[in-house]
């Protein structure tokens, strides 16, 4: 008898104190520890004060109140993959794991558990193709467009032409940094440049062979995909070799405050890309402290509000908020499940009056998803380091990709995936 | 010369360079490991904890100020001054000290006579508290660390060897990084002065007594936990060196703790207990993996030199299986 009360006591408290499944649920996979736990805080702290911004000022989304579980991968993709068998039961809504090697995983496993995933500006470039990746999107640009932006300003600096040109793409030896090769390899046929690879195993503390060859060979441009030490490690480098600042881009995750400030004034003038705008010039800003810093709401001390990772992350959420929006608007209905996200995602139109009303105009490219697209229109800025000021500026206006040489990519990488996973076209 | 001859000796040059910053590293670990037997997991960690607090007292950050601001609701983050790099140094090195202290007396103290797998345990979980303390401590973000050592390619030396190529040849003189060769000094003093400490001071002869034999050690009076606290100290001191350099090349931040990966090939190669072996060990991997990046690498897609210096380290422990400088064991039934 004592034995079936302590069950159902048990059970009832199991009850009483189980999360109400009625929040819109979204996990934030994020990595606050290990060698990438510098760039993963500001992110997450991003992502998880938006989330908190929208319930203090908001009350929620559409009424609902927004519950966002923090799971720790360290980067590590096992990691990645177990946060997410751990959250999906719980109502998760949308996963972005900030990890290329994560998003692999997850892309098969969230496809069969109807989940979308949104792997904004890195993952499977070839997601943006959504005939293919019903689950999976990857606005607003993803890295074969980088690949083609950075291409782009090179072009620009030499007066329209790379004709004899050498670039050299400095990457993180994985999944992530080897994800623009077969784009700058059909570039550098279509623009007649050399290529020169050089990848950086991990962390990346050390990488005197690779600038010693960089200084051999005097490249005209270096590309960087680079993550965590490995940008600052380089940037010092490339200032230690004395190679050109300006000639020197990075992807727009070797574009933080994180990547240059080590290596003080010398990084003056380094440049990378952007997929939205830097600083904290914009009036969400505002609210975010009004709401949630001053508040002691913040997920940190709020000492990174306005920085690129803190941005990023904040970006990353605001398009998790708007395409739950979306979903709610074309469903009629508060309380949206993981299918109903992913029709709000794809149906996620990204406007100047869109960003206004958040208080971020002028703040990230728009673009409209479709059935077909999922990743947006391609768009980047070039951003620059001013090392006196301690500010990123943008130099150029968003650029679009060439996609004349990246939609055929995209097109044969998915059809490669839809063959090997028996995956029949939709959207038709 | 050939210019691809010239380009050989600039590789080996700067491989070297980067062997002296292995050694460095691999240093703290033999000092521990040839006074008390224990595999220091936390060396690595030590270097990070080591350049943190460096940075810390330096910019006058408030140790503890996440911890105290989600306590009390402050907002605060810097002390008003700056310390000089000396001064910080200095105090760092006090630190370091009372690090020693803290771990002799929580830790080492009650695991004497315990198995060596025990203590290298313990060092594990050292390893872990030291990252989270070190966070705790200090916060997470990337820190610039300016102690004056000027950086960057020697213009001097590239000016000097710019004219050695034959005509003609297409040779931009060598490069060499100034840390680097402060990193070289810095060891060569560093080296200098802990062999005259071992074999010339009273502290330094007993702590070869206790390398030596730990009974016996203790048989004359030698009181085993002062060593123990004198080589963590020393072993803390030689931490800040390599945390000093390495922060100075990427900036201070938690990978700061796995240049303890660079040193574990080092250490195979020129044995746990020997000064010189962690150098001239250091010589031949920094090198070794440089040689074969830059020669071999951009045959086989490159980034060779993490697995490399494994390889190197297992080709010399299959001819020497004690290290090059390491003691032979034997041992009679």
Not at chain 1, 190 to 197: D, I, N, Q, T
């Amino acid at each position: 008898m004592i034995y079936k009360k302590t069950i159902l006591s048990a059970i009832a408290v199991i009850f009483l104190v189980s999360p109400v499944f009625a929040d819109l649920v979204f996990p934030s996979l994020s990595y606050r520890t290990g060698p990438y736990g510098p760039n993963g805080i500001p992110f997450a702290d991003g992502y998880a004060d938006y989330f908190t911004l929208m319930n203090e000022r908001d009350g929620g989304i559409g009424g609902e109140k927004v519950r966002m579980i923090e799971c720790e991968t360290g980067y590590n993709t096992e990691k990645g993959v177990e946060c997410y068998e751990s959250t999906k039961g719980e109502g998760a809504l949308l996963y972005q794991p900030l990890s290329t090697g994560i998003t692999y995983q997850l892309i098969p496993k969230a496809s069969a558990d109807n989940i979308p995933v949104l792997s904004s500006g890195y993952g499977r470039t070839s997601a943006k193709n959504g005939k293919i990746f019903k689950w999976i999107f990857n606005f607003p640009g993803t890295y074969w467009d980088a690949a083609s932006i950075a291409t782009k300003h090179a072009i620009e600096m030499s007066g329209g032409s790379l004709d004899g040109k050498k670039v050299a793409l400095v990457y993180h030896n994985s999944g992530y940094g080897k994800e623009p090769i077969r784009t700058l390899e059909e570039l550098s046929k279509k623009h007649k440049f050399e290529l020169m690879l050089l990848p950086v195993d991990h962390p990346g503390q050390e990488q005197k062979s690779q600038w010693l060859q960089i200084r051999r060979e005097r490249p005209d441009y270096i590309f960087m995909w680079g993550w965590g030490v490995m940008n600052s490690v380089a940037i010092q480098e490339a200032a230690n070799i004395r190679f050109p600042m300006e000639n020197f881009i990075g992807v727009w995750w070797s574009g933080s405050e994180n990547d240059v400030i080590p290596a003080g004034d010398a990084a003056h003038g380094y440049k990378s890309l952007a997929m939205h705008a830097p600083g904290d010039n914009f009036p969400v800003y505002d609210d975010m402290r009004k709401y949630v810093i001053d508040k002691g709401l913040g997920a940190g001390d709020g000492s990174n509000v306005g920085t690129v990772l803190y941005s990023r992350g904040m970006y990353a959420a605001i398009l998790a908020v708007e395409g739950a929006k979306s979903a709610q608007a074309i469903h009629g209905v508060s309380k949206i499940t993981p299918s109903m996200m992913r029709d709000g995602l794809e149906a996620l139109d990204i406007t100047e009056e869109k960003l206004a009303s958040i208080g971020l105009a002028g703040f990230a490219p728009t673009f409209k998803a479709t059935c077909e697209n999922h990743g947006g229109t391609g768009s980047a800025a070039v951003q620059q380091w001013d090392a006196k000021k301690g500010t990123w500026s943008f130099i150029t206006d968003y650029m679009t990709s060439d996609q004349s040489v990246i939609q055929p990519l995209i097109d044969a990488d998915s059809a490669q995936f839809a063959a090997e996973n028996n995956i029949k076209e939709r959207c038709n | 010369m050939s210019a691809d001859f010239l380009y050989t000796i600039e590789v080996i040059l700067n491989g070297l360079m980067a062997g002296v910053l292995y050694a460095l590293v691999a240093l703290g670990f033999v000092l521990i490991f040839k006074a008390s037997g224990i595999f220091n997991y936390a060396q690595g960690v030590m270097a990070l904890f080591a350049a943190l607090t460096l940075v810390g007292l330096q910019e006058g950050r408030v140790p503890f100020a996440h911890l105290i601001n989600a306590t009390f609701g402050t907002h605060v983050h810097n002390f008003d001054w700056t310390l000089p790099a000396v001064a910080a140094i200095a105090l760092t090195v006090v630190v370091m000290v009372l690090f020693a202290i803290c771990v002799e007396k929580l830790i080492l103290k009650h695991l004497v006579n315990q198995e060596p797998i025990i203590l290298f345990m313990a060092t594990i979980g050292l390893a872990y508290f030291m990252e989270g303390f070190g966070d705790l401590m200090w916060g997470s973000d990337v820190k610039k660390l300016n102690v004056g050592i000027p950086q960057g390619g020697s213009l001097w030396f590239e000016d000097l060897t710019i004219g050695w190529a034959a005509e003609g040849e297409k040779f931009y003189g060598m490069y060499i990084d100034i840390l680097d060769v402060w990193a070289a000094v810095i060891a060569l003093v560093l080296v200098l002065v802990l062999t005259i400490f071992s074999q010339y001071t009273k502290s330094g002869r007993a702590l070869r007594a206790v390398a030596d034999d730990h009974q016996a050690a203790l048989s004359v009076g030698i009181s085993l936990r002062m060593i123990w606290v004198l080589v963590w100290s020393i072993s803390g001191f030689v931490a800040l060196v390599a945390g000093m350099m390495w922060g100075a090349k990427s900036g201070v931040q938690f990978s700061l703790s796995l240049i303890a990966l660079k040193a574990l090939p080092v250490l195979m190669l020129g044995g746990f207990t020997s000064i010189p072996g962690a150098i001239v060990g250091g010589l031949i991997i920094g090198a070794g993996e440089k040689l074969f990046e830059f020669f071999i690498g951009p045959l086989i897609g490159g980034a060779t030199e993490n697995w490399f210096a494994y390889v190197l380290a297992l080709l010399f422990l299959v001819f020497r299986p004690q290290g090059l400088f390491g003691e032979k064991i034997i041992e009679r039934v």
